[in-house]
């Protein structure tokens, strides 16, 4: 095993801000817009992301000022992993903090940061900016996607 495997022997607590970082798989899933459901409490994620979403690359526009031009904008941490049940099964922070490996087509399995795209496991060419999309109708927007059968965790 390489010393740059961090995710394999670091726990999601030990990892650096860098790590933390790079552990991310770009599927920008966390970009979504999401709804709670006040009667139930269940958390509906839809096919609307944040103005702020490069819906090419899966990027932020604005990483770093992110919570100051969307305050309501995720940040979460190792302990916050495992309260976030909206994290899709192939996300590599919930992966990690329940002990399994990353998938194939994680850029650091694969070194290629587009083999997320091919995979089918990014919101590429599947979500709309919330700047088009009227605040009453984010509602009609919850979707629940099925993840490809063939890719492999």
């Not at 190792?78 to 990690?96: F, I, K, N, S």
């Not at 194939?104 to 590429?124: I, K, N, P, Q």
């Not at 509602?139 to 993840?147: D, K, L, P, Q, S």
Request: proline letters at 3%; a negative charge.
């Amino acid at each position: 095993m390489s010393d740059d495997a961090f995710w394999k022997t670091k726990s999601l607590d030990e990892l650096t801000k860098a790590e933390w970082e790079a552990l991310c798989d770009g599927c920008a899933q966390c970009c979504r817009l999401k709804l709670e459901d006040v009667d139930t409490g269940r958390i509906g994620c839809t096919s609307v992301v944040c103005h702020l979403l490069d819906q090419d690359t899966c990027r932020c526009l604005d990483y770093a000022a992110r919570h100051v031009r969307v305050p309501d904008c995720i940040e979460f941490d190792a302990a916050a992993v495992e309260q976030l049940g909206w994290l899709p099964d192939t996300c590599a922070y919930r992966l990690r903090a329940e002990g399994r490996e990353l998938p194939e087509w994680h850029h650091l399995v694969c070194g290629d940061r587009d083999a997320v795209h091919r995979a089918g496991m990014s919101v590429r060419g599947r979500v709309m900016s919330e700047a088009y999309v009227h605040p009453a109708d984010v509602e009609n927007r919850i979707v629940h996607w099925i993840e490809p059968k063939d890719r492999k965790r």
